[in-house]
């Protein structure tokens, strides 16, 4: 069992940055995939980025390539998303996700989900 907590999400104005981070608990000895996911009124659940173990593989949705950033700490268990250049469509509810082995794009492949974070973006 992983357990993970996500934390700094908060209002931001459009064009402005913020960072999220995921701390993992638990069975974290063995290696595996960790992915962000978002979520905003109406809409179905969206892959935003993910990374594997290595931290050399990432993958992006083509809407937040070249504005974030997904990245991971072993050492301290954690993954962080970096966003940049946020848009009012970036709004949502973001989750943390991990599962055992590789990463992947599909929400469904993973076990593990944090409570998410809001992230607000307004002027």
């Known amino acids: 069992q992983i357990h993970l907590q996500e934390s700094g999400g908060g209002l931001v104005q459009p064009g402005g940055s913020l960072e999220l981070s995921c701390v993992a608990s638990g069975r974290t000895s063995s290696a595996f995939g960790m992915g962000w996911f978002r979520q905003s009124p109406g809409k179905e659940r969206e892959f935003v980025a993910a990374i594997r173990w290595s931290g050399l593989t990432t993958y992006y949705a083509p809407a937040v390539k070249g504005r974030f950033i997904i990245s991971r700490d072993n050492g301290r268990n954690t993954a962080f998303l970096q966003m940049n250049g946020l848009k009012p469509e970036d709004a949502a509810v973001y989750y943390c996700?991990?599962?055992?082995?590789?990463?992947?794009?599909?929400?469904?492949?993973?076990?593990?989900w944090g409570q998410g974070t809001q992230v607000i973006v307004s002027s």
């Open positions: 996700a991990a599962k055992e082995g590789g990463a992947t794009t599909n929400g469904e492949d993973y076990e593990y």
